[in-house]
């Protein structure tokens, strides 16, 4: 079993920045894969970014490719989303999600049925 639990959210204006944490309370947080996700208002969940178990391999949606970075730190059992230049599109809640790792992640980072556990959430609003 791993809990999850985002932190860093908040409201910042267009073209602000944003860090989200989230901290996996676990002694094997290095076995998963870790994934985070979005869900605005009215609307689906939207994969953002992911990151192998060793933190070699990011992967990320389009709408955040250049903006984003997504990291690792096993020793804190921790994971990194450093949000910059944000818009107004990019408000919703976050998902910090985590699935045991395996071959085929290369190939199916983005499906969050995937996952096997997910955070709380944390809010993020971008004013325009």
């Known amino acids: 079993q791993v809990q999850l639990v985002e932190s860093g959210g908040g409201l910042v204006q267009a073209g602000g920045s944003l860090k989200l944490s989230c901290a996996a309370d676990?002694?094997?947080?290095?076995?998963?894969?870790m994934g985070w996700f979005r869900q605005a208002p009215g609307k689906g969940r939207e994969f953002v970014a992911a990151?192998?178990?060793?933190?070699?391999?990011?992967y990320y949606a389009d709408s955040v490719k250049g903006r984003f970075t997504i990291s690792r730190d096993n020793a804190k059992n921790t994971v990194y989303l450093q949000m910059n230049s944000l818009k107004p599109e990019d408000t919703a809640v976050y998902y910090c999600?985590?699935?045991?790792?395996?071959?085929?992640?290369?190939?199916?980072?983005?499906?969050?049925?995937?996952?096997?556990?997910w955070g709380q959430g944390t809010q993020v609003t971008v004013s325009s």
């Open positions: 999600a985590a699935r045991q790792t395996s071959r085929a992640y290369s190939l199916t980072y983005y499906r969050g049925s995937l996952y096997d556990y």
């Open positions: 676990g002694r094997t947080f290095s076995n998963y894969a």
């Open positions: 990151i192998n178990w060793s933190g070699e391999s990011t």
